[in-house]
T-cell receptor
């Protein structure tokens, strides 16, 4: 039972354009969402997060949008740079809060390629 | 500020053996979680340690066990290794139970032959 889904295995965009990565979830009790970036042979690097009480959070070139009614979140990267090429994972805090259990539920990842 | 470190970087074991993986949490962090990432998948939560006790566990059998030490470093032990245990094992730390953001180490790549 995949509670967090990233339905696009890969995405290719031109440098300078917008990258939009999508994530869907099934459990309305999730209360915190995170995006991580992962390069080969490295661990996931935290990018940005959003609480379920918000619908948008920005940090520099990265913006995360949360649509609770649709159980959907997206990560926008503007402008995209070749160094952004990596695998991106969305993750949700398990019901009850990861503050209690430490459990983050991850999607399968989307590989982003930014072409120069 | 020192990030999360893990050792070894990679290792090879044979089926039935036991393995111990190690993790040092980011400075100032007292809570550690372990994840297993199979090829092409997202990380799967194994368990969390806080104040030297396990206080959260995912769907992993008891042959996956752990420890946390007074300096907040942690170990993951896997007994009776199976071929399907081949994966990247990730350690993540956070400041305490009141914070949600977890910071990951580089991982240990385990291959079981």
């Amino acid at each position: 039972d995949q509670q967090v889904k990233q339905n696009s295995p890969s995405l290719s965009v031109q440098e300078g354009r917008i990258s939009i990565l999508n994530c869907d979830y099934t459990n309305s009790m999730f209360d915190y969402f995170l995006w991580y970036k992962k390069y080969p042979a490295e661990g996931p690097t935290f990018l940005i997060s959003i609480s379920s009480i918000k619908d948008k959070n920005e940090d520099g070139r990265f913006t995360v949008f949360l649509n609770k009614s649709a159980k959907h979140l997206s990560l926008h990267i503007v402008p995209s740079q070749p160094g952004d090429s990596a695998v991106y994972f969305c993750a949700a805090s398990a019901p009850g809060g990861s503050s209690n259990t430490g459990k983050l539920i991850f999607g399968q990842g989307t590989t982003l390629q930014v072409k120069p | 500020e020192t990030g999360v470190t893990q050792s070894p970087t990679h290792l090879i074991k044979t089926r039935g053996q036991q393995v111990t993986l190690r993790c040092s949490s980011q400075s100032g962090h007292n809570t550690v979680s372990w994840y297993q990432q199979a090829l092409g998948q997202g990380p799967q939560f194994i368990f969390q340690y806080y104040r030297e006790e396990e206080n959260g566990r995912g769907n992993f059998p008891p042959r996956f066990s752990g420890l946390q030490f007074p300096n907040y470093s942690s170990e993951l032990n896997v007994n009776a290794l199976e071929l399907d245990d081949s994966a990247l094992y990730l350690c993540a730390s956070r400041r305490d139970l009141s914070t949600d953001t977890q910071y990951f180490g580089p991982g240990t790549r385990l291959t079981v032959l």
